[in-house]
């Protein structure tokens, strides 16, 4: 959102979650006489397709959705673009429905691995979709084209010498997914210093003693801070019990960024951003391997490590550069048009 700003776009955002002055019950029914004044056809339309929605997800209202509808036509949107696939990209393709405008969906992980709902629907019915890998492109029923989530190369910069120690790093909630209790176990027989920053509802099973440390959430940049002062960071993701999985975890991008080597599972799209020259794969799942490839990395000196952190950067700017990712979300929003409409998307 920031970065089409910046490249000269205006963009109104509209929350699921968010609840503005005229969100009242006095403010919906009046949006909601507006849109069906307004939109009778197109009200009963949707009205007629909430029964076969509601088979997969819950169905909101539509005077719940008409303060957004309004807001949306008053700031003149040429296009409805939802960044998830959940509930908000069926909020998202009723309102495109309802205003006459295209819209497009991108999905990540869980929206389509543990929470898909209408998945089919609402790829079918997007100008285009994009997902975050190569590997969700693949498994999408509809498809999709990849739109990398980005990093911006001049907010993740390294501003100290790179850390001359044995400190590994993993960054996320703390889920099964993640693969953190692997990471525990491989620390155990590792000589090395072990942090994990984040929290969630497995803290207690992963809280051992003279394992690893916890530090649990931490604000934007002790995050960085404290990335910067480790020599590896570590992401040993795995596919969870309920089929839950990451697609392209962001922190990997950034430390690479950081110029910090990584350790990662070689599963999901994390062979698509971890190369040889700037980390290693392990098989998930996998603490003794998880265990050598750390050690492998951790034992080699501070200039290597600093060559193989200096071509991760490189790899990340030139392919997925925040700047780069937002023109491409551009370029196939521009492609859509609506009705020979001129000027610049909104």
Excluded at 82 to 107: E, I, K, N
Excluded at 153 to 180: C, M, Q, S
Aim: aromatic share 4%; with cysteine.
């Amino acid at each position: 959102m920031r970065e089409l700003g910046r490249l000269g776009h205006a963009v109104h955002v509209e929350s699921s979650n968010g609840q503005l002055a005229e969100d009242t019950r006095e403010g919906r029914l009046r949006a909601l006489g507006w849109l069906v004044t307004r939109h009778p056809v197109r009200c009963l339309r949707d009205l007629a397709s909430r029964r076969r929605w509601r088979r997969e997800e819950t169905v909101r209202p539509l005077r719940w959705l008409a303060p957004a509808a309004r807001r949306i036509e008053r700031f003149g949107a040429s296009h409805v673009h939802v960044h998830f696939a959940t509930g908000p990209a069926l909020d998202g393709m009723r309102v495109a429905a309802l205003l006459d405008l295209p819209y497009s969906v991108m999905t990540h992980g869980y929206d389509i691995f543990k929470s898909p709902a209408n998945l089919r629907e609402k790829h079918a019915r997007a100008a285009f979709a994009v997902t975050a890998s190569e590997y969700s492109a693949r498994l999408l029923p509809a498809g999709a084209e990849v739109l990398v989530m980005g990093v911006d190369g001049e907010e993740w910069t390294r501003d100290r010498p790179h850390a001359d120690n044995r400190t590994v790093i993993a960054v996320g909630r703390l889920v099964e997914k993640k693969g953190f209790e692997h990471l525990v176990a491989a620390a155990a027989e590792l000589d090395a210093r072990v942090l994990i920053v984040g929290d969630g509802p497995l803290r207690a099973q992963l809280t051992r003693p003279g394992s690893v440390e916890l530090l649990g959430a931490r604000p934007h940049e002790e995050v960085r801070a404290l990335m910067q002062g480790a020599a590896v960071l570590v992401m040993p993701c795995v596919v969870a019990a309920d089929g839950d999985r990451d697609t392209m975890p962001v922190v990997v991008k950034e430390a690479l960024a950081l110029e910090i080597p990584v350790v990662a599972s070689d599963a999901v799209g994390l062979p698509e951003v971890v190369r040889p020259e700037w980390g290693r794969l392990v098989p998930p799942g996998d603490p003794a391997a998880l265990g050598v490839a750390l050690d492998e990395l951790l034992s080699l000196s501070v200039e290597e490590r600093a060559r193989m952190g200096a071509a991760g950067r490189a790899f990340v700017l030139e392919h997925c550069s925040l700047r780069g990712q937002a023109e491409r979300l551009v370029e196939l929003i521009a492609a859509v048009g609506r009705g020979g409409a001129s000027g610049p998307p909104r």
